[in-house]
C-alpha cells in the first residue's frame, strides 16, 4: 500500500534527490546549532550528514548531484565576492600590504608542510590536498582540487578519499585555528583590557575617516579670494558643508568670495586636517551645526536610482545647486570625502547639508527608495556568474605541466565578483544585494555543495579509518592547521608589531574561517579582528583555490 512512499526515497530519481537533499540540509543545520566547549561547526554539519546517509546506502542521481555540487559552489563563492569586494579594494592601499604579505607567508608555509607531509607518509597528493583544504577549513579549495582531480581523469581510491580525507581533518582544523588564537594569547600574556584601552587612544579604524572641524578664517591671503582657492592648494578633497559668512549661515559654493570672519565647518580626512589649520586658521569656538536660527538641515540618502550610478559625481546635473552640499559618502562600513571623480553605487549612503528644498532635490536625484533595494536585481548577477565560469575555464599553459591550469569554478567566479563590486556600474552591471540576500545566496550555495560532496563521498567512510589512516589524517592537519598560525602570528606580533586583536583577524582571514572570526570578535570584545580579517580574506581566498589546483596537477 505504501510501496509508492518507499519508492519515493529509496527509487533514485528527481524527487528523490529532492528529498534527499531537504533532509540533508535540514539536519545538518539544526546539528550545526549544537556547540561544543561554546564553539559550533555550523553549516559544516551538512557535509557530515551527507557522509552519513550515503555511508548508509543512499545514491543520488549522478548528473543532478554534480550540478547542484558545482552551481552551489559558485554561488558561494560569487556572494563571498560581492561582499568583500569594496574592502578589498580599500585592503590594497599601501597600509594593508603587511597583512596581505603576512597571509601570504601563512598559505605558503601551509602547501610547504603539505608536501613535506606528502613526501615522508606516502599518501597520494589528493589525498593530502584533502587533507589540507579541511585543515584550513577551506571548502572552495576542496571543490578546486576536485576540478584538477577531474581534469587530469583521476579515477579510483585516490580520486574519492580527498573528501573524506577534507572531512576527517575539518573539525580539529577549527579546533586548531582557535587553539592557536588562545595560545599566542598567552605566549604574549595578553591582557585583553589593555589591548582593549590600546586601541582606543590609537584609534585604529577612524585614522582615515573623515571628521569635521570648524575653523575660523585668519589667513589673510585667502580673505577676498574665492573658496575655490583653497580647495587648489590642497593635494585631497575636502568638504566644506557649512559656513558663516556676513552673519549668516550657508552651504558654499566654489566661487564664494570669502571674508574675515568667516567659520568653515570642514569635513576630511584626520591627516588632511592639521593642514587645513595652517591654511585656513585655528579651530572656532562657534559651532554651526546647534545654531537654532540656521536655515540648514542634515539628511542620510541612500542612492536607489540606477541613472546616477553610470556617471561621475561631477557631471550628474542633477547635483550642480547652490542650496546643499554633499558632506560624507558611506560605502560598505567605509566612509569617503565625495568628491567629483567618485562613481555612485547602489546602496551608497550619501550625507547632505542644506536647505529643506536643496535636501528635497537631492534625495529626488539620488532615489532613497529603500524598497527598491529590497528587490534584487538577479539579471547582472547571473551574467557575472556566466562571466566567472568563462573566466574559469580559459587554459593557462606552464611549460612542463601535464593539463593547462584553469582557476575553475571557484576562482573564475570569486574574481569577477571582485570586480564588478568595484567597476560593475561602468558597464551596467550593478550587483548590489542587501546583506541579507547575500547571506542567503551564500549559505544556500555551500549547503548545496556540501550536501553534494557528502552524498558522493560517505560510501568509502569506513576505508579512512579501517587501516589507522584517519587518525594520521588528523595529526597531519593539525600539524598544516597550526604550525603556520603560531609561527606567523609569532612573527607578527613580535616583529611587525600587530597588535593581538590585529593578529587574531589575520589568522582567521589567512584560514578563511568564519567560526574563527567568531570567537576572536567575542574574545576580544572588539571589532579590530573584522577589520584585519576582511583586508586579508579575499587574497587569501584566491591563494588556497589556486594552491589546491596546483598541488593536483604538479604533484599527481
Known amino acids: 500500500m505504501f510501496s509508492w512512499f518507499h519508492s519515493l526515497f529509496t527509487g533514485i530519481s528527481l524527487a528523490q534527490s529532492v528529498i534527499i537533499y531537504g533532509l540533508v540540509i535540514a539536519f545538518g543545520i539544526w546539528m550545526g546549532r549544537i556547540k561544543i566547549a561554546g564553539i559550533s561547526l555550523g553549516i559544516t554539519w551538512v557535509l557530515f550528514a551527507g557522509l552519513i546517509l550515503s555511508y548508509l546506502g543512499t545514491e543520488i542521481e549522478k548528473s543532478t548531484e554534480n550540478f547542484l555540487k558545482e552551481f552551489g559552489l559558485i554561488l558561494f563563492v560569487y556572494s563571498i565576492g560581492l561582499q568583500v569586494g569594496p574592502g578589498f579594494w580599500a585592503s590594497l592601499k599601501k597600509n594593508a600590504i603587511t597583512n596581505n604579505i603576512l597571509a601570504l607567508a601563512i598559505v605558503v608555509t601551509g602547501v610547504i608542510i603539505t608536501v613535506i607531509l606528502y613526501y615522508f607518509s606516502g599518501n597520494h597528493i589528493t589525498v593530502m590536498t584533502g587533507v589540507m583544504s579541511g585543515a584550513v577549513t577551506n571548502t572552495p579549495g576542496l571543490g578546486a582540487a576536485q576540478a584538477a582531480v577531474s581534469d587530469l581523469n583521476i579515477t579510483g581510491t585516490d580520486r574519492s578519499l580527498i573528501t573524506l580525507a577534507y572531512a576527517v581533518a575539518y573539525p580539529l582544523g577549527v579546533f586548531g585555528i582557535i587553539g592557536s588564537l588562545l595560545l599566542l594569547k598567552k605566549i604574549f600574556h595578553v591582557r585583553i583590557e589593555k589591548d582593549q584601552e590600546f586601541h582606543r587612544k590609537l584609534s585604529v579604524l577612524r585614522a582615515n575617516r573623515p571628521v569635521s572641524v570648524h575653523l575660523n578664517l585668519e589667513n589673510k591671503q585667502l580673505i577676498g579670494q574665492p573658496l575655490r582657492k583653497l580647495f587648489n592648494l590642497l593635494k585631497k578633497p575636502v568638504v566644506v558643508s557649512r559656513m558663516y559668512h556676513n552673519g549668516e549661515i550657508i552651504t558654499p559654493t566654489p566661487d564664494l568670495v570669502l571674508a574675515e570672519n568667516d567659520v568653515l565647518l570642514v569635513v576630511a580626512t584626520k591627516q588632511e586636517m592639521e593642514q587645513l589649520k595652517l591654511l585656513i586658521g585655528p579651530p572656532s569656538t562657534k559651532n554651526l551645526k546647534t545654531v537654532k536660527e540656521s536655515p540648514l538641515i542634515s539628511r542620510q540618502i541612500i542612492v536607489t536610482r540606477t541613472a546616477v550610478t553610470h556617471k561621475r559625481l561631477g557631471d550628474i546635473a542633477e547635483l550642480h545647486q547652490h542650496d546643499f552640499t554633499l558632506t560624507r559618502l558611506g560605502r560598505a562600513g567605509i566612509e569617503l ?213 596546483l598541488l593536483i596537477l604538479l604533484l599527481a
Open 337 to 549: 570625502v565625495p568628491h567629483g571623480d567618485i562613481f555612485l553605487q547602489l546602496g551608497d549612503t550619501v550625507k547632505v547639508v542644506g536647505t529643506e528644498e536643496g535636501v528635497k532635490l537631492v534625495t529626488e536625484a539620488l532615489g532613497n527608495s529603500l524598497k527598491k533595494l529590497e528587490v534584487p536585481d538577479l539579471a547582472p548577477i547571473f551574467m557575472g556568474i556566466v562571466l566567472g565560469v568563462i573566466l574559469g575555464s580559459i587554459p593557462i599553459h606552464f611549460p612542463g605541466m601535464p593539463v593547462a591550469v584553469k582557476i575553475g569554478m571557484a576562482g573564475g567566479p570569486l574574481i569577477i565578483a571582485l570586480l564588478l563590486s568595484r567597476f560593475g556600474n561602468l558597464f551596467y552591471l550593478n550587483n548590489y544585494t542587501t546583506n541579507s540576500a547575500n547571506l542567503m545566496i551564500r549559505e544556500l550555495g555551500i549547503s548545496l555543495f556540501l550536501a553534494s560532496v557528502g552524498l558522493s563521498s560517505g560510501k568509502n567512510l569506513s576505508i579512512a579509518f579501517e587501516n589507522g589512516q584517519g587518525w594520521i589524517w588528523m595529526v597531519m592537519g593539525i600539524a598544516i592547521t597550526m604550525i603556520p598560525l603560531l609561527l606567523v602570528g609569532f612573527i607578527a606580533k613580535k616583529y611587525f608589531r600587530k597588535t593581538y586583536f590585529e593578529v587574531c583577524g589575520l589568522l582567521a582571514g589567512a584560514s578563511t574561517d568564519p567560526p574563527a572570526l567568531a570567537f576572536a570578535t567575542k574574545l576580544t570584545g572588539s571589532d579590530i579582528p573584522s577589520v584585519t580579517y576582511a583586508t586579508v580574506y579575499p587574497l587569501t581566498m584566491i591563494l588556497r583555490i589556486v594552491a589546491a589546483q
